[in-house]
Nanobody
Framework: QLQLAESGGGLVQPGGTLRLSCKVTGGSWDYNAMGWFRQAPGKQREGVSCITSDGQSSRSAPSVRGRATVSRDSAENTVDLTINKVIPEDTAVYFC?????????????????WGNGTLVTVSS
């Protein structure tokens, strides 16, 4: 059974760097786009960043564009997200996701699998 497991959440100071990792186990992911969503308290879930199945192209939402980097490692079966210069508005539960398409707005279209999420709090 395919499983996605996030790690790396916790407290990050404003201006610091957020680093998350997603481990994929139990199935093939080679032909799927991968990405990250987040859900802040009281808000809808939104796409953050995604990467194509071949790893050649990545996109990010306007809210993190220029600050976020997403990468995938086929040997380790991991997808990593890094956000620099974090702000309090980056506070959210971050979810790893697998799906069909990495869109130009940085979200996965037609998601098929989700992780359970990891909480990131940006605060001093």
């Amino acid at each position: 059974q395919l499983q996605l497991a996030e790690s790396g959440g916790g407290l990050v100071q404003p201006g610091g760097t957020l680093r998350l990792s997603c481990k994929v186990t139990g199935g093939s992911w080679d032909y799927n786009a991968m990405g990250w969503f987040r859900q802040a308290p009281g808000k809808q879930r939104e796409g953050v960043s995604c990467i194509t199945s071949d790893g050649q192209s990545s996109r990010s939402a306007p809210s993190v564009r220029g600050r976020a980097t997403v990468s995938r490692d086929s040997a380790e079966n991991t997808v990593d997200l890094t956000i620099n210069k974090v702000i309090p508005e980056d506070t959210a539960v971050y979810f790893c996701a697998m799906g069909r398409v990495c869109t130009t707005l940085g979200y996965i279209h037609q998601t098929t699998d989700w992780g359970n999420g990891t909480l990131v709090t940006v605060s001093s």
